[in-house]
């Protein structure tokens, strides 16, 4: 019954910016953390952003920290990635997913819905 529905991907030029929305139905979004992953063609599912159920805490990866940002809205039961200054690097396709609990994880396995994924194509 739950739902997870992206939207925002596309093309853009090295150096611009996109930002992806995921939209949540079927349970109280408040009380879950969301996470963000991408995965390129014939690579392992990566982990890139997280934030807690009240979206006071968050947390990024490496390659990600200081040009992405994820917020929440939890009145619109909506979670945001902004990526800023994207590189040929950020192409793939990025995921949203719902946690198990509170508090956010850098591990898949911790979340059990899951976006239909939205593509993002950054041209050089």
């Known amino acids: 019954q739950v739902q997870l529905v992206e939207s925002g991907g596309g093309l853009v030029q090295a150096g611009g910016s996109l930002r992806v929305s995921c939209t949540a139905s079927?349970?109280?979004?408040?009380?879950?953390?969301m996470g963000w992953f991408r995965q390129a063609p014939g690579k392992e599912r990566e982990f890139v952003a997280t934030i807690n159920y009240g979206g006071v805490s968050t947390y990024y990866s490496a390659s990600v920290k200081g040009r992405f940002t994820v917020s929440r809205d939890n009145a619109k039961n909506t979670a945001y990635l902004q990526m800023n200054s994207l590189k040929p690097d950020d192409t793939a396709v990025y995921y949203c997913?719902?946690?198990?609990?509170?508090?956010?994880?850098?591990?898949?396995?911790?979340?059990?819905?899951w976006g239909q994924g939205t593509q993002v194509t950054v041209s050089s």
């Open positions: 079927g349970r109280t979004f408040s009380n879950y953390a």
């Open positions: 997913a719902s946690g198990r609990s509170l508090y956010g994880s850098t591990d898949w396995k911790d979340y059990n819905y």
